[in-house]
């Protein structure tokens, strides 16, 4: 007799999976989040929403790319939620506005609740590290299209912002300082890359190079760090005209797109050292500084535009808060473009 277990979906696998990430995702609970019994929608109170003049509610959506399967491959599957938090909340931060919600899909080959649990967990983890709600998600078994251990994630996020408060380019102005605030690590962009180069070097995901001083794939899955917070303490202490979150395209091509059309961010290259993996990553794959430069963060995982008179301030600010951050370059006269002296 053919049934839908039969074809590969196990229901109850779902059931359990859903149990055991109940507990985890309650962690991220914020009071504004309404229970709604039926489970088929994550409900928010938007009341909350009034003590704002007029609030401009932004939006953001995206995955962790092919990141998921060096977990997949390494068998860590705990922290690749922090890294879609911080790829979906912490653009939502750069316009000012204060991460609310969110909500996650995974798609995988077969459902393996405890595996499940552990994703759905890192999500909710950061959620709490960003200060926002995980109010729903959906988990999808995909047998046939995917492999029993291959799984993929995405989700999006909901913030908000007093318009007058909105941050961006239309704030920035000459003689501003930009700020590096440090990346954790490689993050969650350039995966494709980073997997050619272990592949061309024949590098294991478990072997341990001194320049590290832990095996590399607990190096290269370095959840992404979660600047919410912190970036919405430091615009609320000081003055911060803009934020750049460094993805895919690098410090450059990300940090432009925070400037006026006639302003430039020279940016000075000794101001700080990058992680050791970005010199295995260029040294074992022989990649050029242009490459480098346009695929990886190098350290600097967001950048912020503050007035020259706050710059001081706002590291110590960040220094009390755990985040490590310098100055890493000055508001010019140009044409739109961030670059290096």
């Not at 994550?42 to 092919?66: H, I, K, N």
């Not at 977990?71 to 939620?81: P, R, V």
């Not at 909340?89 to 077969?110: H, N, R, S, W």
């Not at 301030?313 to 220094?319: G, I, K, N, S, T």
Request: proline share 5%.
């Amino acid at each position: 007799m053919t049934s839908y277990e039969a074809a590969g979906v196990d229901i109850e696998a779902g059931e359990r999976a859903v149990a055991l990430m109940k507990d985890k995702v309650a962690r991220s609970r914020r009071p504004e989040v309404v229970d709604d019994d039926s489970g088929f929608a994550g409900l928010f109170d938007a009341s909350a929403l009034l003590r704002y003049r007029r609030p401009l509610l932004a939006t953001s959506t995206d995955g962790v790319g092919t990141k998921v399967m060096l977990a997949q491959a390494y068998g860590k599957h705990d922290t690749i939620g922090i890294d879609l938090v911080g790829m979906v909340l912490d653009d939502l931060v750069v316009c000012g506005a204060e991460p609310l919600f969110m909500t996650d899909y995974i798609a995988c080959g077969k459902v393996v609740p405890e595996r499940v649990a552990e994703i759905v967990g890192g999500i909710a983890e950061g959620c709490r590290l960003a200060g926002a709600a995980l109010v729903g998600g959906e988990t999808a078994e995909h047998p046939g299209a995917m492999g029993p251990d291959e799984y993929d994630l995405a989700g999006a996020g909901t913030g908000v912002v007093e318009a007058s408060a909105m941050l961006g380019p239309s704030r920035v102005r000459a003689g501003d300082v930009v700020l590096g605030l440090a990346s954790s690590g490689v993050h969650s962009n350039g995966y494709s890359l980073v997997r050619h180069v272990l592949r061309e070097a024949s590098l294991s995901l478990d072997v341990e190079l001194p320049e590290l001083g832990r095996p590399l794939g607990e190096e290269l899955l370095e959840p992404t760090r979660v600047y919410s917070l912190d970036c919405l303490a430091l615009a609320g202490a000081v003055e911060v005209h803009a934020y750049a979150h460094i993805t895919g395209g690098g410090i450059e091509g990300n940090l432009s797109r925070s400037l006026p059309g006639g302003l430039d961010a020279l940016l000075d290259r000794s101001s700080w050292t990058p992680p050791a993996v970005f010199e295995v990553l260029a040294g074992h794959g022989r990649i050029g500084r242009r490459d480098m430069d346009r695929t990886f963060n190098l350290g600097v995982g967001m950048a912020a535009v503050v007035a020259p008179s706050a710059a001081d301030e706002a590291v110590r600010l960040l220094a009390d808060r755990g985040l490590p951050a310098w100055v890493l370059g000055e508001i010019v006269p140009g044409t739109g473009q961030a670059r290096y002296r």
